[in-house]
T-cell receptor, first 116, second 114 residues
Framework: AQKVTQAQTEISVVEKEDVTLDCVYE???????LFWYKQPPSGELVFLIR??????QNEISGRYSWNFQKSTSSFNFTITASQVVDSAVYFC?????????????FGTGTRLQVFP | DAGVTQSPTHLIKTRGQQVTLRCSPK?????VSWYQQALGQGPQFIFQ???????QRGNFPDRFSGHQFPNYSSELNVNALLLGDSALYLC?????????????FGPGTRLTVL
């Protein structure tokens, strides 16, 4: 079955701390895509990253980094030196293109609060 | 470059009524997907439209229907509203012709059913 689990419901940190958001997925396919989206209080989902199942290289973009490990079916997201503007709900999502659709399966999200 | 737009921003309806939500995709995109996000939950896939046809549907009743127009914009219709239909409705656009095929979301329509 396809499923995305974000076990951390809410995380609170103080500005400048590093924080890691966990994501574990289940899929029946060998070809799939993983995503992270940010949802600020305004409600719009902001795309952060897309990863395909054949590329296990970790990625860094500024203060953001992602660790993809197929062996543990995890795709974790780390924010280095967090800032108040990072406060939002973060969603991990999965898609399986073999079924002729790019339907996204979302986790339940992790609410990150960064305090000054 | 215009992003995904949705209207209206907020909507209040009563049980049993019908509602229509609208979405215009990002410039250059031809595929529109609709999601329902209940409070405190992740978005749930409703359906996806491509070339004016429903390509796939999630686990939603027939009260939820949609349409895609030749200009790729889309509507989501919900009939016989229930209290449980109260949620944020998100529209996302994409295109199979981009290498990333990533979905970009609009700001959503918050529907309240009283």
């Amino acid at each position: 079955a396809q499923k995305v689990t974000q076990a951390q419901t809410e995380i609170s940190v103080v500005e400048k701390e590093d924080v890691t958001l966990d994501c574990v997925y289940e899929t029946r396919d060998t070809t799939y895509y993983l995503f992270w989206y940010k949802q600020p209080p305004s409600g719009e989902l902001v795309f952060l990253i897309r990863r395909n199942s054949f590329d296990e290289q970790n990625e860094i973009s500024g203060r953001y980094s992602w660790n993809f490990q197929k062996s543990t079916s995890s795709f974790n997201f780390t924010i280095t030196a967090s800032q108040v503007v990072d406060s939002a709900v973060y969603f991990c999502a999965l898609s399986e293109p073999a079924y002729n659709t790019d339907k996204l399966i979302f986790g339940t999200g992790t609410r990150l609060q960064v305090f000054p | 470059d215009a992003g995904v737009t949705q209207s209206p921003t907020h909507l209040i309806k009563t049980r049993g009524q019908q509602v229509t939500l609208r979405c215009s995709p990002k410039s250059g995109h031809d595929t529109v997907s609709w999601y329902q996000q209940a409070l405190g939950q992740g978005p749930q896939f409703i359906f996806q439209y491509y070339e004016e046809e429903e390509r796939q549907r999630g686990n939603f009743p027939d009260r939820f229907s949609g349409h895609q127009f030749p200009n790729y914009s889309s509507e989501l219709n919900v009939n016989a509203l229930l209290l449980g239909d109260s949620a944020l409705y998100l529209c996302a656009s994409s295109t199979p012709f981009e290498s990333t095929d990533t979905q970009y979301f609009g700001p959503g329509t918050r529907l309240t059913v009283l």
